[in-house]
């Protein structure tokens, strides 16, 4: 299995933000769907956002939408999650990962980066 690397998580107050990275090998990006997804303690994992890496066109969760963009660099192999206008109830560890277009089930996962949102 490819391995997914999330990076950019960190501290911040409410009202600021973070980009995060995710990095992988171009083979696993090539033809995938790139997600994002975020589980906080004691809640399930939702999810946040995808990218097809192929089209370049995103899908961004309702409850982020707004606040929220994932982006991607041909050149880095690398996918971003833009954070602005963090609220505390962003708090959580986000994960990126992968699954083929053909797919329902993200089957790469990351080790996830923890976001905490003060107030």
């Known amino acids: 299995q490819e391995q997914l690397v999330a990076s950019g998580g960190g501290m911040v107050q409410a009202g600021g933000s973070l980009r995060l990275s995710c990095a992988a090998s171009p083979r696993t990006f090539a033809g995938y769907v790139m997600g994002w997804f975020r589980q906080a303690p004691g809640k399930e994992r939702e999810f946040v956002g995808a990218?097809?890496?192929?089209?370049?066109?995103?899908n961004i969760a309702d409850s982020v939408k707004g606040r929220f963009t994932i982006s991607r660099d041909l050149t880095k192999n690398r996918m971003y999650l833009q954070m602005n206008s963090l609220k505390p109830d962003d708090t959580a560890v986000y994960y990126c990962a992968a699954r083929s277009p053909s797919e329902t089930q993200y089957t790469n996962w990351g080790q996830g980066t923890q976001v905490t949102v003060s107030s």
């Open positions: 990218l097809s890496w192929r089209m370049g066109t995103t």
